[in-house]
């Protein structure tokens, strides 16, 4: 039992970022319609920035959050601004065509950072050692420090983006666009702005996630691909642009990882979430939540 406990546990703490992540990869195509073959790469480039930050400035990866957001926002505020929304004002093209350049552009992108990052730091893998190395003992069940923080840092990170979508004037132009993007225009709300914010503020989510996932994980240029994976099967458990639903599967794929990995093998962890993803495709297709809309 007490291996149980301790594996629910550790699959809680590393589900937290998953659902981070996640939750901005589903922001992104929820309001957007955007299919995002990058968005693993997001992840590798906040891992990136939390390495170098500390291993070349010392500076902690809890501080290193404030640049790597500033930095990943920058960057999604680039790329949809000089790729992505090119393909959503060309005339004469069905929503479909759209999406397949799309697919094809965000994959050149994903390929474009990892070969980046490969030719300026090699394929060796980096870490932030000896930050928050520390177990705490709670009746039996080890605890790592690095993973309880990145959990508390995930819960506060997604309560903020729950509560802006739900309270603030940008969450309802979004589900205004989301609604009716014409009648949204009428009442002076600009599409492309809050697709603009939207994708930038997504990708800034990923950057964060990646930042505190160095904290414990080392980092390579491709390690986002692992985690693009991660990310489109925990979005469709959670249900299509739905934030709450992202959320609370990035938990139960953290916890149908570590119950694989602990009960079964390690190298088959991700064959048992595959399992469980087909699973919830046959009787679940709409998501664990049965939600439909972003952020509602």
């Excluded at 010392?58 to 790597?68: C, T």
């Excluded at 070969?115 to 870490?127: A, D, T, W, Y």
């Excluded at 692992?226 to 099967?233: D, E, K, M, P, T």
């Amino acid at each position: 039992m007490q291996q149980l406990i301790q594996t629910l546990m550790s699959g809680i703490l590393v589900g937290g970022l998953y659902g981070v992540f996640s939750s901005g990869l589903t922001l992104i195509f929820g309001i957007t319609r955007v299919i995002n073959f990058a968005h693993g790469d997001f992840v590798t480039l906040g891992m990136f920035g939390a390495v170098l930050l500390f291993t070349s400035l010392g500076i902690n990866p809890l501080i290193s959050i404030i640049p790597v957001a500033i930095g990943t926002f920058i960057i999604g505020a680039l790329i949809y601004s000089v790729i992505i929304r090119r393909t959503l004002v060309v005339k004469g093209i069905t929503a479909i065509d759209a999406q397949h350049g799309q697919l094809v552009l965000t994959l050149a992108v994903s390929i474009l950072i990892s070969n980046s990052l490969l030719m300026l730091f090699g394929p060796s893998s980096r870490s932030v050692s000896g930050f928050l190395g520390h177990s705490y003992n709670i009746a039996g069940i080890y605890l790592s420090e690095a993973r309880l923080v990145s959990f508390i840092v995930a819960v506060v990170l997604f309560l903020l983006l729950y509560l802006a979508l739900q309270r603030t004037l940008y969450g309802k132009a979004i589900r205004a666009t989301v609604d009716d993007r014409d009648m949204a225009s009428m009442v002076g709300i600009n599409p492309n702005r809050v697709f603009l914010l939207s994708f930038s503020v997504g990708t800034m989510l990923t950057g964060i996630a990646g930042c505190v996932l160095a904290m414990y994980y080392p980092v390579t240029p491709t390690t986002g691909q692992q985690f693009l994976v991660i990310a489109f099967v925990t979005v469709v458990m959670g249900g299509l642009g739905d934030i709450v639903g992202a959320f609370v599967a990035g938990i139960v794929v953290g916890i149908i990882q570590q119950l694989t990995a602990v009960y079964v093998a390690i190298d088959l962890q991700n064959a048992g979430l595959f399992v469980a993803f087909v699973l919830i495709l046959v009787f679940r297709p709409q998501g664990i939540l049965s939600r439909k809309r972003v952020g509602i």
